[in-house]
């Protein structure tokens, strides 16, 4: 689960070498630009993204979530996330709940695959029971907040096809505009456009259309450090929904890479004991 | 007047107690403590039917403090988490437990607690037939979900082919009745002051149980073994009360969830053999999703369950060729706001029960929850024939902390 970065994780490595042969196979780079269609360009940014942040291993970070509606209202989620890179696979992830304090102690353990649906469990404290859920409803809120479960699972090459729009200067910064459309016929989009800086191919901003292709939210990212010399992470996210004036947004503190997290710390015996 | 009869037991409770003593020796985190304290309003749509049951209005207070510590960077933990309520009428239902006092000790690939715990063992969601460790909190609600604190030891073995819990299980918990005055009850009050055992033990036997389970691509599977103290009575007529049983069993249970889509198929089976009886139960069914009805936020779950008993009628159990509908409503908004309602249908005596709980989160701390029971049977062999005429509304407003 990414919850921030919308490419974070791995692809297979076999893909990513026939992806890297298909795009970059010609020798004559210099003709390459433009000898390449609008969707192999979009492929080729998004590879290069995500290959920029491959080796990150493991991570955890706590997030605080300030759901907005029209009015002003406010309410706050406490979540606490951790990460681990899986090779030739999706993340598998766990997340805590601290605040709202009802939820308190709930955890969520997803195993994200490349293809086929995710594996998620749900801890309920109150029972101490283990329940499986159904993946399949990742267009669905994600707490009540404007984020869908899409938009905070991993990002896989895989699924999407893409198409290079451009360049664009986004609030000063130089980016590259790329249309996603996802495979799944379960997304809630028809298609996301994706401002990419150049300089480090970092998501700056996503425009969420939805299933009858109106303008629904638009993603953006704020406050990009860098970590282990190598992984950018915003310190923000803040997501906008056009269609209700409600807004979320997802402050990060406390990032910690290469903690020593296990494949253990990822099963239903660590979801249980989630704190 | 005994207000509060508190249920704790065993010297499990003294190792425990010295652990925590033991315990900032090391360097630990700060303890962190959390909880609940609410108020429960219950309206019965009619008067007590049986001598002594109180009238139509019931308030009662509970609190649930939790206090959790973890030290060794996180390798050890202790929970201590204890229950009160407070009851305006049934003097049972006003009762403590220690519903957790538990250490436990991480490593790679296994894992041990010691003390007073919970597990929870099943898939499916109106009958929890393999879920056999904790003992039921009755009084609590008529849904069987609430358990008091059981003793233990586990140790739980992480392998490739799956998740292995076994368990020592010292001493056994009572289940709790309603009393006199109480509401939900049969004509005749259970003696829980004339409590009676098949092993010589008594509530000392040492139980043991041991649990398989394992996730295999879209199925999730759990075998599981029991030996010891019956957790459901057998009860007799002595006078004009019921003496509860507790006999020794043993119990080979299966629990499987396969996740395929939006569809949840789910099912468990038990069989069970006790001196009195010895008999196999299952309940299967599925629950379905739609996710984001009339193009909003909310999904739709619909469940239906099915369970049987091969003690048929003569059985004791409520469930042995019943059907369950249900429906749950979920709006995901700021609020968690959920509605469940469902419907158990006895295929035999005619009987149903009907079941509402609707929640919604108020600020950022206050829950205010709703629910509604209704009994209803012609046939006085069924268990729901003795509490017809308690149909009730429930409202409960809670504080988290």
């Known amino acids: 689960m990414l919850f921030n970065k919308s490419l974070t994780n791995p692809i297979k490595k ?29 492929m080729e940014i998004s590879v290069e993204a995500k290959q920029r942040d491959i080796g990150w291993t493991d991570m955890a970070t706590v997030m605080t979530m300030t759901l907005r509606n029209k009015a002003g209202q406010e309410s706050v989620r406490e979540i606490r996330l951790k990460s681990l890179e899986q090779e030739k696979d999706g993340d598998k992830s766990l997340t805590v709940f601290d605040q709202p304090r009802d939820v308190k102690g709930t955890a969520f353990l997803s195993f994200s695959h490349i293809d086929g649906a995710d594996d998620q469990w749900l801890f309920l404290p109150a029972l101490k029971r283990v329940k499986r859920i159904s993946s399949r409803n990742k267009s669905g809120p994600f707490m009540g907040s404007e984020f869908a479960f899409e938009d905070l699972t991993s990002f896989e090459v895989a699924k999407y096809s893409y198409k290079y729009q451009g360049d664009e200067s986004l609030d000063g910064i130089d980016s590259f505009v790329v249309e996603q459309y996802p495979t799944d016929k379960y997304s809630g989009y ?31 990212f704020a406050q990009y450090k860098q970590y282990l010399g190598q992984y950018w992470r ?35 015996n660590s979801l249980k004991r989630a704190r | 007047m005994k207000l509060f009869k508190t249920r704790i037991a065993s010297p499990l409770v003294k190792v425990l107690a010295s652990a925590l003593v033991a315990a900032p020796v090391t360097a630990a985190d700060d303890p962190q403590i959390s909880g609940r304290i609410g108020y429960e309003a219950r309206v019965f749509a009619d008067d007590g039917i049986h001598a002594g049951q109180s009238g139509t209005g019931n308030s009662s207070l509970l609190v649930e403090p939790e206090l959790y510590w973890q030290w060794n960077n996180g390798d050890d933990m202790l929970v201590f988490k204890t229950f009160l309520r407070w009851d305006e009428h049934d003097s049972q239902r006003s009762h403590g437990d220690i519903r957790e006092l538990i250490w436990t000790h991480v490593a790679d690939g296994w894992e041990l607690t010691a003390g007073i715990g919970k597990v929870f063992w099943g898939v499916t969601e109106f009958q929890h037939l393999a879920d056999v460790i904790n003992q039921t909190d009755a009084v609590e609600d008529s849904d069987g979900e609430d358990k008091l604190g059981q003793q233990m030891i586990s140790l ?19 289940r709790t009745f309603s009393g006199s005055d109480g509401r939900l009850r049969g004509p005749l009050v259970v003696d829980t002051d004339n409590v009676r055992y098949e092993s010589s033990a008594g509530d000392k036997h040492l139980d043991a149980a041991v649990r398989w389970s394992h996730s295999l691509g879209d199925y999730d599977l759990g075998l599981h073994g029991f030996h010891g103290t019956n957790r459901d009575p057998v009860l007799t007529r002595q006078g004009n009360v019921l003496v509860p049983l507790y006999e020794q069993m043993d119990q080979l249970g299966i629990d499987v969830q396969a996740t395929l889509g939006d569809w949840l198929w789910k099912f468990e089976s038990i069989y069970r053999d006790s001196s009195s009886d010895s008999f196999t139960a299952a309940q299967g069914g599925f629950e379905y999703t ?40 979920t709006l995901n908004d700021m609020q968690s706001t959920e509605l469940l309602a469902g419907i158990g249908q006895d295929l035999d005596h005619g009987g149903y029960s009907v079941l509402v709980e609707a929640s919604r989160r108020l600020g950022n701390s206050w829950k205010l929850s709703l629910d509604a029971r209704v009994f209803d049977s012609d046939d006085s062999l069924d268990p729901l024939f003795a509490i017809r005429e ?12």
């Open chain 1, 234 to 268: 915003a310190d923000r996210a803040t997501m906008t929904n056009h269609q209700t004036g409600k807004t979320t947004v997802l402050d990060y503190a406390d990032y910690r890479f290469k903690v020593g997290l296990k494949a253990s710390d990822f099963n239903k």
């Open chain 1, 14 to 42: 076999p893909l990513l070498g026939l992806i890297a042969t298909a795009v970059l196979g010609t020798p004559l780079i210099a003709h390459q630009a433009q000898a390449m269609t609008p969707q192999e360009r979009g």
């Open chain 2, 390 to 401: 308690d149909d009730l509304v429930q409202l409960t407003l809670e504080r988290y902390f």
């Open chain 2, 290 to 329: 739609l996710v984001g009805i009339m193009d909003s936020a909310m999904d739709l779950g619909l469940l239906l369950e099915y369970g049987w008993d091969s003690r048929g009628e003569d059985g004791t159990t409520g469930v042995q060729d019943d059907l369950f509908l249900g429906s749950r409503l």
């Open chain 1, 190 to 220: 028809t298609r996301r456009v994706v401002w990419l800086d150049k300089a480090h191919y970092r998501v700056q901003k996503v425009d969420f259309y939805d299933r009858k292709n109106s303008l629904l939210k638009t993603l953006s």
């Open chain 2, 156 to 174: 739980s073995l992480v392998r490739d082919w799956g998740i292995v819990d076994l368990y020592l299980l010292p001493g056994f918990r009572e």
